[in-house]
Every structure is written in structure tokens, then in C-alpha cells.
């Protein structure tokens, strides 16, 4: 979570950095209101991608640790069932 963080940041430092870059760039104002424009659905685009990956590897997690817990059980359950057998053998 804390490399998402860091690597947020840096997707924002390097946004501004290129928008103040255009910004003072000696361009016509409608050359640069289109590269701003373009930059900055780039910079959608990325964020948008990084989300997604994110949200994939949050849902794998997610399904993982739900298996090992179905896993956990079942085996509690096999181990249960196992010491109340033997507790019958042995009042028998």
C-alpha cells in the first residue's frame, strides 16, 4: 500500500512538473491549452490503469484468503469430527 502511495505522488509531481513546464513553455495559449489537455488525459489514462491493477490485486487477495479460510474450516471440521469419534471409541 505504502509503494501505491509513493508511486501516486510521484504520477502527481511529474503531472504538475509538466503542466508548469507547458505552462512557461513560449507556445501560442491554444497550442498549450492542447497539450495540457493531452498531458492530462494521459495522465488519466495511467492513473486509471494503476486503479485497476490495484483493484486486481486487491479482488486476488480477497479470493485467496477467502479459500484459506473455507480451507481452515474444513480441516477444523475433519479434525473435530476425528476427536469425537475417538471420544466414542473410548466411553464405548
Known amino acids: 500500500m505504502k509503494a501505491d502511495k509513493i508511486a501516486l505522488g510521484v504520477l502527481g509531481g511529474i503531472a504538475t512538473g509538466a503542466i508548469l513546464g507547458i505552462l512557461f513553455a513560449p507556445a501560442k495559449?491554444?497550442?498549450t491549452r492542447k497539450r495540457i489537455l493531452n498531458k492530462?488525459?494521459?495522465y488519466?489514462?495511467?492513473i486509471k490503469d494503476?486503479?485497476?491493477n490495484l483493484s486486481g490485486t486487491i479482488k486476488n487477495n480477497y479470493?485467496?484468503?477467502?479459500q484459506e479460510g473455507r480451507d481452515l474450516i474444513t480441516d477444523g471440521k475433519s479434525k473435530f469430527d476425528d476427536s469425537r469419534n475417538e471420544?466414542?471409541?473410548i466411553s464405548i
Open 29 to 31: 495559449g491554444s497550442k
Open 40 to 42: 492530462s488525459c494521459n
Open 87 to 89: 471420544m466414542k471409541n
Open 50 to 52: 494503476k486503479i485497476e
Open 63 to 66: 479470493d485467496k484468503i477467502l
Open 44 to 46: 488519466a489514462d495511467e
